[in-house]
C-alpha cells in the first residue's frame, strides 16, 4: 500500500519569506499524481499544485512550486514571498493508476506578520 | 451550485443514535468521494461513486458506515449506532472525470461530535 509522510507537523515562516514543505511517499508504481492541498480554518480543501509522475519538469503556479525527485520519491513544496492567507494546513496527497488517492498527516503553516 | 455543498456544518449525537451526512457534489461530476478527517490527522479515504458503477467501499472502517448515491448526484453518508471514535470531519469531494489525472473539488465538511 501506498504510503505518504509529512515529517513536519507545523512550520512557520516570516511573511514575504520562502518556506519548503516536505513530503515523502512509497510506492511501487511508475505512474500516478502527486498533490498539495491547502485546508484553511474554513475546512474548506483547496487544490494548490498537483505533479504528473511521468513529466520530469517541476510543476509551478504562481508562488507555488513542486521539487519532485522521483528517484527520491519526495515531492516538496516550495512557498515564495509567503503571505497571511497561505496560513493553513496543508496537505500531500498520492494518487495511483487505479485510483487509490493517499493523504499525509498535513503541515500546520503559520505565516508571522 | 458553484461548489460542492455538505450538511449540516456541525452535528452532535448521543452514542448510539444513526446519523445521516448529505454532501451535494458539482452539477455534472460523475465521481464523488467520503473522506474522515480525525482530529490533527490526514485524510482517510472511506469510499467513492463513479456513475452508475458498484461504489468502492473498501475505505469504509466497519459495517456501521454505509453511503448511498441517488440518481448520480446526492449522497448520504449514513453511520449506524454512532461511537465516540466517529467524532472527526466528514469531507465530501467530487470531480468531473475520475482517474489519477482528475482535480478533486471539497466541500467545507461536516463536524460530528458523538458523546
Known amino acids: 500500500a501506498q504510503t505518504v509522510t509529512q515529517s513536519q507537523p507545523e512550520m512557520s515562516v516570516q511573511e514575504a519569506e520562502t518556506v519548503t514543505l516536505s513530503c515523502t511517499y512509497d510506492?511501487?508504481?511508475?505512474?500516478?499524481?502527486l498533490f498539495w492541498y491547502k485546508q484553511p480554518p474554513s475546512r474548506q480543501m483547496i487544490l494548490v499544485i498537483r505533479?504528473?509522475?511521468?513529466?520530469?519538469q517541476n510543476a509551478t503556479e504562481n508562488r507555488f512550486s513542486v521539487n519532485f525527485q522521483k528517484a527520491a520519491k519526495s515531492f516538496s513544496l516550495k512557498i515564495s514571498d509567503s503571505q497571511l492567507g497561505d496560513a493553513a494546513m496543508y496537505f500531500c496527497?498520492?494518487?495511483?493508476?487505479?485510483?487509490?488517492?493517499?493523504f499525509g498527516a498535513g503541515t500546520r503553516l503559520t505565516v508571522k506578520p | 451550485g458553484a461548489g460542492v455543498s455538505q450538511s449540516p456544518s456541525n452535528k452532535v449525537t448521543e452514542k448510539g443514535k444513526d446519523v445521516e451526512l448529505r454532501c451535494d457534489p458539482i452539477?455534472?461530476?460523475?465521481?464523488l468521494y467520503w473522506y474522515r478527517q480525525s482530529l490533527g490527522q490526514g485524510l482517510e479515504f472511506l469510499i467513492y461513486?463513479?456513475?452508475?458503477?458498484?461504489?468502492?467501499k473498501s475505505g469504509l472502517p466497519s459495517d456501521r458506515f454505509s453511503a448511498e448515491r441517488t440518481g448520480g448526484s446526492v449522497s448520504t453518508l449514513t453511520i449506524q449506532r454512532t461511537q465516540q471514535e466517529d467524532s472527526a470531519v466528514y469531507l465530501c469531494?467530487?470531480?468531473?472525470?475520475?482517474?489519477?489525472?482528475?482535480?478533486?473539488?471539497f466541500g467545507p465538511g461536516t463536524r460530528l461530535l458523538v458523546l
Open positions: 510506492t511501487s508504481e511508475s505512474d500516478y499524481y
Open positions: 461513486f463513479q456513475g452508475n458503477s458498484a461504489p468502492d
Open positions: 452539477s455534472g461530476h460523475t465521481a
Open positions: 496527497a498520492y494518487r495511483s493508476g487505479d485510483n487509490d488517492m493517499r
Open positions: 469531494a467530487s470531480s468531473i472525470i475520475p482517474g489519477p489525472q482528475e482535480t478533486q473539488y
Open positions: 505533479q504528473e509522475a511521468y513529466k520530469q
